[in-house]
């Protein structure tokens, strides 16, 4: 699917038909939409499938005929089975001579502000500050989820607080596993950012290298965000390990010292129990006699191993 737009007085408008100074959102196009763009808008089909590839690195390249800045955003899952709580996929924006296209596999919240005329100072026409707009509402999204995914972090321990179990475990590793997504990402498009700064691959002014520097900054914010949540969050999962590990001892421990308890009165009733003459074997009250015996040992037993806390 693809849909054309165009800014008129400070409002994005949709548009029937590819104009010059519109902007294309393409979201996961089918290969005659995809062919379609590119006989129309010049622009090498490769471009175009390059942002449908979940395995795309980011990369910025440079030809005579457009630009492809190729970036990661995050995204969230839609279910469960999906890679985890959170990911990442590439966004390909495209400029020409005339429109600038951007491309990606699914709805996102990095165009979706766009698409509700929610972001301010937005010119379809002015490619590069369009999509100096693009990568400053990436690193925005970025910092947003980083703060869901730590404050999930934290309803999710208080449970563990009142009991562990697999299904809290099951989702600080997901969690762990979006960070992960996450920082790798985030160093990828700083790579980009620092090479359209120092390279000048794309012409800029003033006001547009102002703008950059915050993308920069915002990224590197991002990254650093991630890094903090990463090492707390495995921090936390390595704690929750040795808590259960320690569970678990205690729990073996206290069994044996049961068992160990226990075997006492089965010894004692085993040696009362031979074929052989045993002491009280004529006494009406032998029964009695050898259970006092045996609960006696085994208190006496208990107390001593209580006392040195093996309980």
Known sequence: MFTIYRSIDNEIISLDKIEKGAWVNIVDPTEEEIVYVSENL????????????????????????????????????????????????????????ENIVTVSLRENLVIKPFLENTVKYCWTFKKTRFLLQILYRNSIVYLQYLRNIDKTSDVIESRLHRSLKNEELIQLLELEKSLVYFSTSLKSNEIVLEKIQRANLIKMYPDDMELLEDVIIENKQAIEMANIYSNILTGTMDAYASVISNNLNMVLKFLTSVTIIISIPTMVASFFGMNVHVPFENNLHAFVIIFIISTLFSVILAVVMFRKELF
């Open 42 to 97: 010049k622009i090498p089909i490769e471009y175009l499938k390059a942002a449908l590839d979940e395995e795309e690195r980011a990369r910025i390249e440079v030809d005579e005929e457009c630009t492809i800045v190729l970036i990661d955003i995050p995204v969230a899952s839609k279910d469960a089975a999906e890679r985890g709580i959170y990911y990442t996929i590439p966004l390909g924006i495209i400029i020409n001579n």
